[in-house]
């Protein structure tokens, strides 16, 4: 009988991760996906007073969307404009993946794998877009 229980398949240990060892550590395509969804909501819950406050300033008068105007023409400006529209498209198709597996589509390990994937490229496809025009394209 103790030959039995000393044959037995060594279970997996799970364990929390150190701090040390989250560069080791490799996440699954949703894992990202639901930690930049956290990430993109926080930025734009933080963000959007003071976008709602330049918005408000700048149609006061046609002076102030000139002045406005201007300082949005700076490149560190065009890249902060870069991340709320970054953080809005991720946050959207996040948002949209998370609906469908509230209805049970793509739950699947698999099915869910391929949707966090596509989440991560629509996004950064459609942020390229803007930065395109951003950028360059007139």
């Known amino acids: 009988m103790s030959e039995a229980v000393s044959e037995k398949k060594q279970r997996p240990?799970?364990?929390?991760?150190?701090?040390?060892?989250?560069?080791?550590y490799r996440?699954?395509?949703?894992?990202?996906?639901?930690?930049?969804?956290?990430?993109?909501?926080?930025?734009?819950?933080?963000?959007?007073?003071?976008?709602l406050f330049l918005f408000e300033k700048s149609i006061t008068s046609?002076?102030?969307?000139?002045?406005?105007?201007?300082?949005?023409?700076?490149?560190?400006?065009?890249?902060?404009?870069?991340?709320?529209?970054?953080?809005?498209?991720?946050?959207?198709?996040?948002?949209?993946?998370?609906?469908?597996m509230d209805m049970h589509v793509a739950i699947e390990k698999q099915s869910a794998r391929k949707t966090a994937v596509s989440v991560l490229a629509v996004s950064l496809l459609l942020t390229a877009g803007v930065a395109y025009k951003l950028f360059g394209a007139n």
Do not use: D, T
């Open 62 to 100: 046609e002076i102030s969307f000139y002045h406005f105007k201007g300082i949005a023409e700076q490149p560190l400006v065009k890249l902060l404009i870069l991340f709320f529209s970054w953080a809005y498209l991720h946050h959207f198709c996040a948002g949209v993946r998370h609906l469908f």
């Open 27 to 51: 996440l699954p395509p949703s894992g990202i996906v639901s930690i930049l969804h956290r990430i993109s909501g926080a930025g734009l819950f933080l963000g959007l007073p003071f976008l």
């Open 13 to 24: 240990q799970f364990r929390n991760i150190h701090v040390s060892e989250i560069v080791k």
